[in-house]
């Protein structure tokens, strides 16, 4: 910051100088009078400046040819390199300020003009390292992708850029599609400098893609080893990738390596909730059903699914309606304010066809978070009070209308899952998942919301209604024992 001010200063001085300078030859009639070995010479403004600068020119050459002079003395007197030298700085000036004239090109986005400057630069420099680099990037800018791969492959070659020249290889396949091949650049690349968190995220996306669940844990804890991922985010990551292990165990009828997975996946992040889902299940077969209870129940805390509820069904198939809703109640009890907890609950009285129950079991949810499963429920509870078909009716015409309620959601793109994946689908993002309420979006229909009870009615002389379940689908009912079905 001084070194610019004394720049400025000087700059500004100088101007002032030449300013002067030239205000004095004008206002002086005789110009400038200049006396050599007694003769006199007489220079007007226009000669007087034209002088200053034949003057110049003759000082830099009489000092070029000094240090040329220096030089020849130096190399006579057995300094062997001294005229190599002399020459080799005026072609590094040369080869410098063309490797500076073409990183501006490339900043300003002129691909051509930049790999016409880095070849000057490569004329003068003979740097491969500095040229090379400068060459691939501006023959990627002006869609010479040919180029850029040949330069990216010299880069290669020698080890002081062959991380360089690999990860750069490696962005051309991605951007071709061909990730297989990415991933072994990737894995190369990390080889060479595990530290680089860029090439650390390349390749755990390429790794979780692949399915690849083990490398991808290695590669998650390099992460964390050289601090480019806090810790806690670690956790929960190492907990998706191991339950993505265990499933892939799962599938390949593994049982006891899968049992051990989910568990572990379930120790490292309880709330996760498919992971919890898995270890109940694992601890079931078992047949510790105290530890899968356990498991379900600090997940519920966490965050209340219907998949725990589910799992929690599981640990005891063969139980009555009244068991089961004993052993819900005490499921609930920690989140019983929570939406799906007094759904859940709801659900749980119709079964056992305590109607008044489950209408106080629901309260006012469908004020405060109207969704099409909290107007199924209604339409049940009314049907089983025993309310006319036109009052059911009426909860299922809302139904048709309002939205499902949470479901899996990528963070990154709003894409909507119909089941949890470690992956988004849409946009390949990691771990960005989660259970919440996607923005609503109106019902588009003719005659708007007033055809809907024309929807849903039944012909007439029909004694079957239509409930309209969660998941939008209609299934016939018969009865009130059905009407949770």
């Known amino acids: 910051m001084l070194w610019s001010l004394v720049k400025i200063c000087l700059f500004v001085c100088v101007v002032a100088a030449a ?62 390199t001294a005229l190599s ?62 180029k850029a791969e040949e330069t990216y492959r010299k880069l290669v070659a020698n080890d002081a850029t062959r991380f360089v020249g690999v990860r750069g290889i490696m962005k051309q396949k991605l951007a071709d ?43 998650l804890n390099a992460k964390l080893k050289h601090g480019s991922l806090p810790r806690d985010v670690h956790k929960r990551r190492d907990a998706v990738l191991a339950l993505s292990e265990a499933r892939k165990i799962f599938d390949a009828n593994q049982t006891i390596e899968a049992r051990k997975a989910a568990i572990e996946a379930n120790r490292l992040s309880p709330d996760l909730i498919p992971a919890a889902v ?18 379900i129940k600090k997940a519920w805390d966490a965050q209340p699914h219907p998949d725990l509820a589910a799992a ?17 109640t005490a499921l609930t009890k920690g989140q019983a304010d929570h939406p799906e ?39 049940a509870i009314e049907r089983g009070e025993g309310a006319e078909d036109t009052v059911v009716k009426g909860w299922l015409a809302r139904a048709l209308s309002l939205p499902r309620g949470p479901q899996w959601i990528c963070e990154n793109c709003q894409h909507i899952h119909a089941d949890w994946a470690p992956m988004c689908t849409n946009c390949n993002s990691f771990d960005t ?43 016939e009912v018969d009865g009130p024992k059905d009407a949770t079905a």
């Open 19 to 80: 300013a002067f300078g030239a205000s004095y030859l004008l206002e002086s009639n005789g110009g400038v009078r200049l006396e050599v070995a007694g003769t006199e010479y007489n220079f007007g403004p226009l000669e007087s400046v034209i002088a200053l600068v034949v003057l110049l020119v003759a000082v830099w050459v009489f000092l070029k040819v000094l240090s040329l002079l220096v030089a020849v003395w130096k190399f006579l007197n057995g300094d062997e």
């Open 85 to 146: 030298r002399y020459f080799e700085r005026n072609r590094q000036a040369k080869g410098y300020d063309a490797l500076s004239q073409g990183m501006m090109a490339l900043a300003s986005g002129e691909g051509r003009q930049a790999m016409a400057k880095a070849a000057k630069a490569e004329k003068y420099l003979n740097k491969p390292e500095l040229t090379d680099l400068l060459t691939a990037q501006a023959a990627e800018m002006s869609g010479d992708r040919r």
């Open 177 to 219: 599609g061909d990730t297989d091949t990415a991933l072994k650049l990737a894995e190369k690349a990390f080889a060479l400098k595990p530290r680089h968190e860029d090439t650390q995220d390349v390749l755990l996306k390429l790794q979780a893609q692949s399915e690849e669940w083990s490398g991808a844990r290695e590669t």
């Open 278 to 295: 898995m270890a109940a299940h694992g601890y079931v077969e078992q047949g510790q059903n105290k530890y899968a209870t356990r498991v």
């Open 312 to 328: 929690f069904v599981a640990i005891e198939p063969n139980e009555d309606a009244k068991a089961r809703l004993k052993r819900f």
């Open 341 to 379: 907890s007094k759904m859940l609950m709801t659900e749980m009285h119709l079964a056992n066809e305590d109607f008044p129950a489950a209408r106080r079991a629901l309260g006012n949810l469908f004020e405060t978070d109207p969704t099409a499963r909290t107007a199924t429920l209604m339409a």
């Open 433 to 475: 998942l989660s259970w919440k309420t996607p923005p609503q979006s109106e019902v588009a229909m003719p005659g708007g919301l007033q055809m809907l009870p024309l929807i849903v009615g039944s012909a007439q002389g029909d004694s079957t209604d239509m409930v309209v379940v969660e998941d939008a689908e209609i299934v």
